[in-house]
């Protein structure tokens, strides 16, 4: 049994030998496949009013579901996800290939892919079948979230494996309406609106840190540059340097929790029912003041231990 490789090769098994491979390929696997399954996914291939991407993504979600059938009774079924990969391989690489661009990401885009197999493999019981294109919507966000999930690794060193709560559990589309999808897009809105706040929190608590904590910052967060190289360039010892930078991450991390805590503690009469992005100006102004005030309070026993 001969199998292109995706990782290597430019086309897919339909770009480069059509239909006639892929019908040989098929054949080749009725023993695994079963004859009800085989002859269903026959008709799909056979159907003339299909091009090669309807086929493709009809019978990739007919192979994942013997597939899926298959590690249920803890059987192998190497073949079946085997011309998954053939099928697959070079448009979900495409995909990786644009998200790492997306993120600036230099990661290899072929070391991402393994990962996404590797997470179709592990993860057959998520897949729902219930759609014709099943297997391209639920591969892309794998691809998705296999993206983020190598993009946050890259620090620690870790491999890309999905966590269970990661793997996206399909739905039927028999609940999809149009309130459903304005609910999904308002919620998505607001953890936008969110993440932008808390950003913009975290920028106004890093412009209060010191010179040499933002510079340390700066170096190991943004240059990524090694605790080495950033000691070396600010003079400092590496110990130090590692100090330096826990202090200011705590630092922040506290102002943080600072402003979160008084937003938990104000009712909606105290704010006027507000949201979080309106709240927090006047967050930041009271821990400014607050702050200031320390300070000001340790500047005379300062004064007289001079």
Not at 179 to 197: H, L, M, N, Q, Y
Request: with cysteine; glycine share 6%; charged share 30%.
């Amino acid at each position: 049994m001969q199998a292109t490789d995706p990782f290597h090769s430019g086309p897919s098994l339909l770009a480069e030998g059509g239909v006639p491979r892929l019908k040989e390929r098929l054949a080749e696997m009725r023993p695994e496949i079963g004859r009800e399954e085989w002859k269903r996914i026959q008709e799909l291939v056979a159907d003339p009013e299909r091009d090669h991407e309807s086929i493709r993504d009809s019978v990739s979600t007919r192979l994942m579901e013997v597939f899926k059938g298959a590690r249920a009774r803890q059987e192998e079924c190497r073949g079946a996800f085997g011309l998954l990969y053939e099928l697959n391989g070079q448009h979900l690489l495409t995909q990786v290939a644009a998200r790492l661009r997306r993120y600036s990401s230099k990661a290899d885009p072929r070391d991402v892919l393994q990962e996404v197999f590797f997470n179709v493999y592990r993860y057959p019981h998520r897949f729902n079948s219930a759609r014709e294109d099943a297997f391209r919507v639920w591969s892309a966000m794998i691809v998705r979230n296999t993206v983020l999930k190598h993009l946050r690794s890259l620090s620690r060193g870790g491999r890309n494996e999905l966590n269970f709560e990661d793997v996206p559990e399909q739905s039927s589309g028999e609940n999809d309406s149009p309130v459903a999808g304005a609910i999904e897009t308002e919620s998505r809105d607001e953890c936008a609106r969110v993440f932008v706040t808390y950003l913009q929190l975290y920028l106004q608590f890093y412009s209060m840190l010191s010179e040499r904590e933002r510079r340390a910052l700066h170096l190991v967060e943004v240059d990524e540059q090694s605790y080495r190289q950033a000691s070396e360039e600010l003079g400092i010892k590496l110990e130090n340097l590692k100090m330096v930078i826990f202090r200011a991450r705590r630092k922040i991390l506290r102002s943080l929790d600072a402003v979160q805590s008084r937003m938990e503690a104000w009712s909606p009469a105290e704010v006027g029912g507000q949201r979080l992005d309106a709240m927090a100006p006047t967050a930041m102004h009271r821990i400014e003041r607050a702050q200031r005030a320390s300070r000001a309070s340790r500047q005379p026993s300062m004064e007289a231990g001079a």
